[in-house]
């Protein structure tokens, strides 16, 4: 009986958990992850907040807190004082429509909000370009995150 009111309790909890999370937007699904401080500081430098916040549905490929202190030293920073460089990379990151991990293949390619393309692959873990993706399917009320361990940078 015990036992099976524990059970009863864990699943309730964890469908609960994900019925809350899918009434959050993308950034405030990010902002209570706690792993995305710095993308969100970079969103909002960047001025898209109220367009992660819309309608959508979007797919975004979220850099963690540690991919951006991979970057060269000073490069956040510098990227931080330039809002319309910034955007290009952080419109990199994103695919309009809600994109799952189900619906990946290996070698396809999907045209980003900055309009350049990045590839998808699926062989011995997903990549998006070089980086991986750590976690998949994240749902929130306007689309999708995967967290990356690394930022994407889009083509010269």
């Given amino acids: 009986m015990l036992r099976r009111t524990f059970i009863a309790s864990a699943i309730a909890t964890t469908l609960a958990t994900a019925s809350y999370a899918e009434t959050m937007d993308i950034v405030d699904t990010a902002v209570a992850n706690g792993s995305f401080t710095t ?17 959508g549905p979007f797919t975004v490929f979220a850099p963690t807190d540690e991919a951006f202190a991979a970057l060269p030293e000073g490069t956040v920073e510098a990227l931080l004082a330039d809002p319309e460089a910034l955007a290009g990379i952080l419109t990199y990151h994103v695919v309009a429509g809600k994109v799952m991990s189900g619906d990946l293949s290996d070698g396809m390619t999907a ?46």
């Fill in 39 to 55: 993308l969100v500081a970079a969103v909002e430098a960047a001025g898209l907040v109220e367009t992660l916040k819309g309608e």
């Fill in 111 to 156: 045209a980003t909000v900055n309009g350049a393309d990045i590839t998808i692959g699926t062989e011995g873990g997903v990549t998006v370009n070089e980086a991986n993706v750590v976690a998949a399917d994240i749902e929130a009320s306007n689309g999708v995150i995967h967290v990356l361990d690394a930022v994407i940078l889009p083509p010269q």
